[in-house]
């Protein structure tokens, strides 16, 4: 299984990006899939997962993030709007061993991870 994660950048504050992960090696139309992140000096924190049509969010990102899937592309998605300094970490995409998971907030449920990218909000 290989995931890699891309559209990090830099943004003002207020602003938006989207972040995209490529899937391979698994079926990807059947998997939870989760984004994580991790800030300087801070552990790895949940942020989104998307099991079938169902999503879950931390708070701090609910109304401000979108997690989608396009199974066609083995494609995850996350479209970050209204972007604030606190948001700024580096970015994983990850998937379980298999398609059942019970807890899709915990990241030790999670055995692939994509290399991360970098997300930065100025204020």
């Known amino acids: 299984v290989q995931l890699q994660a891309f559209g990090g950048g830099m943004v003002q504050a207020g602003g938006s990006l989207r972040l995209s992960c490529a899937a391979h090696?698994?079926?990807?139309?059947?998997?939870?899939m989760g984004w994580f992140r991790q800030a300087p000096g801070k552990e790895r924190e949940f942020v989104a997962a998307i099991r079938r049509t169902m999503t879950d969010y931390t708070d701090s990102v609910k109304g401000r993030f979108t997690i989608s899937k396009d199974n066609a592309k083995n494609t995850l998605s996350l479209q970050m709007n209204n972007l604030k300094p606190e948001d700024t970490a580096v970015y994983y995409c990850a998937a379980p061993p298999n398609s059942f998971i019970m807890d899709v907030r915990s990241r030790l449920q999670y055995r692939y991870w994509g290399q991360g990218t970098l997300v930065t909000v100025s204020s």
């Open positions: 090696g698994l079926t990807f139309s059947t998997y939870p």
